[in-house]
T-cell receptor, first 113, second 113 residues
Framework: EAGVAQSPRYKIIEKRQSVAFWCNPI?????LYWYQQILGQGPKLLIQ????????DSQLPKDRFSAERLKGVDSTLKIQPAKLEDSAVYLC???????????FGPGTRLTVL | GENVEQHPSTLSVQEGDSAVIKCTYS??????FPWYKQELGKRPQLIID?????GEKKDQRIAVTLNKTAKHFSLHITETQPEDSAVYFC????????????FGKGTTLSVSS
């Protein structure tokens, strides 16, 4: 079974620039999550999708972050404009449904200079 | 808001010893409690999980116990090996609109031979 795929793996940008991350979940997984993991901390949920609908985006900084999941499969997370404090690893995870095991992708390490 | 506290933040043991990591959670509606292992630069990997209708679960050298009354759960690793060295995160499902996870801050386990 192929795992969760993410790209790019690393990204370095200047503050105020924009950046986008891509995630391809495990085939058939209805639920997709984006987490932000700051160095030395646990992952923090940004947004949760069920198929192509948003279930929970209460912790997404909507003034600068946006996410979409077209056709209920791939998802993109965008930051515009980026701030220094956005430097983190952005993890995508998927699960077959609610309360099922979440499988994480390798993450995208973002550095904002 | 909901919170998961994890202790200790660092744990050093000798090979062959046991290691115990404890977590407490605040949301009485939480009913799913996974544990993830994260090696440096790698994605979090599920090692064991427990649901609220079970008090204990064991998988070879790893066990998890859950006390719903006290709202705490623990990870037990017996006969530790150097390859057990990693950061371990506990998590609890959060009620909200979806059922995503809230993570503890992690425990860095070091097993010396």
């Amino acid at each position: 079974e192929a795992g969760v795929a993410q790209s790019p793996r690393y990204k370095i940008i200047e503050k105020r620039q924009s950046v986008a991350f891509w995630c391809n979940p495990i085939s058939g997984h209805a639920t997709l999550y984006w987490y932000q993991q700051i160095l030395g901390q646990g992952p923090k949920l940004l947004i949760q999708f069920q198929n192509n609908g948003v279930v929970d985006d209460s912790q997404l900084p909507k003034d600068r972050f946006s996410a979409e999941r077209l056709k209920g499969v791939d998802s993109t997370l965008k930051i515009q404009p980026a701030k220094l404090e956005d430097s983190a690893v952005y993890l995508c995870a998927s699960s077959p449904g609610f309360l099922d095991t979440q499988y994480f992708g390798p993450g995208t390490r973002l550095t904002v200079l | 808001g909901e919170n998961v506290e994890q202790h200790p933040s660092t744990l050093s043991v000798q090979e062959g010893d046991s290691a115990v990591i404890k977590c407490t959670y605040s949301d009485s509606a939480s009913n799913y409690f996974p544990w993830y292992k994260q090696e440096l630069g790698k994605r979090p990997q599920l090692i064991i999980d427990i649901r609220s209708n079970v008090g204990e679960k064991k998988d070879q050298r790893i066990a998890v116990t859950l006390n719903k009354t006290a709202k705490h759960f623990s990870l037990h690793i017996t006969e530790t090996q150097p390859e057990d060295s990693a950061v371990y995160f506990c998590a609890a499902s959060i009620r909200q609109a979806g059922t995503a996870l809230i993570f503890g801050k992690g425990t860095t386990l070091s097993v010396s031979s």
